[in-house]
């Protein structure tokens, strides 16, 4: 397979923006260093950032997303913090996938913190989703723990295999051994490489449902195979 130059993933990525109807592409800078990109530039909700974000990631070629965008409100008043508060505790109380009675949170300056106890990596993700496109919302800082529990490497790579069985991938046992697991007292480290960045989305996907994993750390680079 023909990788594409820096130029053309940054051709690319603006022409993911144009169609995404979730995104003002003027407002958004685009650099792209060795198939890592870079988003710059102002918007004004942390929803529209995060979406920046995720269309960069469906580009071919890109490898990482590094997001600098910032977000600023616009410049009539906005959501004070209370509000932003109130509409959090709403939104977590509403979502049946977050146990909404251990998450507490602290609104200061439209940046949301969100700290207590989940029992997946899951529901600590799924609490950061409900709250993350809120009018008002800046920003998002997840301190949420999940529960302590035993997991180990080779049940990591067991899952792992089966993300590939899933998505009809042959020579599973090769695909899985790109991928180098580190387990640390729940905490997973992924190296290695993978085809495609639906292939690591359905793998991260894997591991947040899997007890006893607090926290992945993705090194995972994307190289499709030839």
């Known amino acids: 397979m023909i990788r594409k130059s820096d130029s053309e993933i940054q051709q690319a990525v603006l022409e993911e923006f144009k169609w995404d109807t979730r995104i003002e592409e003027t407002e958004i800078g685009v650099e792209v260093a060795n198939g890592v990109v870079t988003l710059t530039g102002t918007v004004s909700s942390y929803a529209k950032k995060m979406a920046a974000q995720e269309a960069a990631h469906y580009v071919a070629g890109v490898l990482d997303v590094a997001n600098d965008i910032v977000v600023k409100a616009p410049g009539s008043p906005g959501r004070t913090d209370t509000e932003i508060a109130q509409a959090v505790r709403r939104a977590l109380e509403w979502d049946v996938r977050v146990p909404h009675e251990r998450i507490r949170s602290t609104v200061s300056d439209g940046i949301v913190n969100l700290e207590g106890n989940v029992d997946f990596l899951r529901e600590r993700e799924d609490a950061e989703r409900a709250v993350r496109f809120l009018e008002g919302v800046c920003g998002v800082r997840n301190y949420l ?82």
Request: glycine share 8%; no cysteine.
């Open 145 to 226: 723990i999940v529960s302590p529990s035993t997991v180990g490497a080779d049940k990591v790579r067991a899952m792992i295999e089966r993300v590939f069985e899933r998505r009809a991938r042959h020579e599973i046992e090769r695909e899985a051994e790109r991928i180098q697991v580190s387990v640390i007292e729940g905490n997973v480290t992924l190296t290695g490489k993978v085809g495609s960045f639906a292939e690591k989305r359905a793998i991260l996907g894997a591991l947040s449902h899997a007890p006893g994993v607090h926290t992945v750390t993705d090194h995972l680079s994307i190289e499709p195979e030839t």
